[in-house]
């Protein structure tokens, strides 16, 4: 799968109105007052941090899982993958104010389901979140047969999740396919078998960190209906 450019620089495109309005206003109260304008200030240097979207490399090896974002593990554990229908590995990675937001594709793959389920705002770092807060699930299947589930999950203060990817998608590892405002979690399913890299408390990057390997081709469960 090719690799476009990065779609922007350094910023992400998502944090530009309000880095721009943000800024405009410490600008024109500093006019009126430089005292007054320090809060204004600070607030444009959190919200700049916040939208950085930096370009990221990507380890070698096909049944590499990347992680879809960067932040902090707080779960490896067995569950249902309500999503794919399924028993599956799930990982999940718990993103606050001062990590990057955007999120990437954790396998190459084609994009078999978009499903979006309003819901509540818990925090994130919860494990009834991934069940009950608002969140946006992408299913993957890659060439080698394994199915793959990311779901982004809003926070306590996350207000809006945003998803590019469209059914019948091809998507790279690594790709950039969405962006969560303000404090989330992504947690991602994975067939039972597949072999994790990290442990809870561990601290991740968006594609350079690997969360786990996949089995073998050989060794991969049958491709569920859904997905064929």
Known sequence: MNKPPYPHPIIAREGWP???????????????????????????????QFFRDPPRSAPDGELNVLSPADGRVVAVEEVRDTYAGRDALKISVFMNVFNVHSNRAPVSGTVRSINYFAGQFFNASLDKASLENERNAIVLLTKQGHVVTSVQVAGLVAKRILCYAKSGDNLYAGQRYGFIRFGSRVDVYLPLGSRPRVAIGDKVQATSTVLAELQQTDDAPAIPTYAK
């Not at 410490?26 to 007052?33: E, L, R, Y």
């Open 18 to 48: 309000f880095l721009a309005g943000i800024v405009v206003v410490s600008i024109i109260v500093s006019f009126w007052s430089g005292l007054a304008s320090i809060p204004f200030w600070i607030l444009s240097v959190f919200v700049l």
